[in-house]
């Protein structure tokens, strides 16, 4: 099992520029979620998705859309990027009786 | 509002115990978590304790719940170098979507 991936790894975009992290999971967790993580302050969720065709907003889901086509996939989606988004990005899924949240490695965006 | 409070830095010389400290917010969360993340990856499940549970041993890990104070510790026994990385707790929100709020994350630095 790969677990949680993620791609890319790095990514510079220019101010107004989009571009979609994909995250892929092949576990066949029903849960999966976005966070982004700046410093000092933890992780906070974007969106997640609780079904294969389900997303809703987390905390900070201004500036971003989400697509669960897939179950194995949760797409994040900048449409128009901000250098406020520049940040690092993780997906995680979800699975187990204690609701362990398995994480990928994480995207580090910045917005020039 | 939903708050987990970390105090961002502790520094410990290898071989001592360190005992990272957290409160939370939420007295309806059923369990209680602490992710470890080591520089340029993603968080991994170090621990969790069920609510009704005052404490948990793991090897070198000691998790204390006090919930009438809503208040979590991670110590770590014979600390080594190894361990040197964030500390995140982490709770879950009631509700069927597996929420977790983050702490703003410890960081912990061993001495040799």
């Known amino acids: 099992n790969a677990g949680v991936t993620q791609t890319p790894k790095f990514r510079v975009l220019k101010t107004g520029q989009s571009m979609t992290l994909l995250c892929a999971q092949d576990m066949n967790h029903e849960y999966m979620y976005w966070y982004r993580q700046d410093p000092g302050m933890g992780l906070r969720l974007i969106h997640y998705?609780?079904?294969?065709?389900?997303?809703a907003k987390g905390e900070v889901p201004d500036g971003y859309n989400v697509s669960r086509l897939k179950k194995q996939n949760f797409l994040l989606g900048l449409e128009s990027a901000a250098p406020s988004q520049t940040s690092v990005y993780f997906c995680?899924?979800?699975?187990?009786?204690?609701?362990?949240?398995?994480f990928g490695p994480g995207t580090r965006l910045t917005v020039l | 509002g939903e708050d987990v409070e970390q105090s961002l830095f502790l520094s410990v010389r290898e071989g001592d115990s360190s005992v990272i400290n957290c409160t939370y917010t939420d007295s309806s969360s059923t369990y209680l978590y602490w992710y470890k993340q080591e520089p340029g990856a993603g968080l991994q499940l170090l621990t969790y304790?069920?609510?009704?549970?005052d404490m948990k041993q793991d090897q070198r890990l000691t998790v204390l719940l006090n919930k009438k104070d809503k208040h979590l510790s991670l110590r770590i026994a014979d600390t080594q170098t190894g361990d040197s990385a964030i500390y995140f707790c982490a709770e879950i929100l009631g509700g069927a979507t597996n929420k977790l709020i983050f702490g703003t994350g410890t960081l912990l630095a061993v001495q040799p």
């Open positions: 995680a899924s979800v699975a187990g009786v204690y609701n362990e949240q398995f």
């Open positions: 998705s609780v079904g294969e065709g389900t997303t």
């Open positions: 304790i069920f609510s009704n549970m």
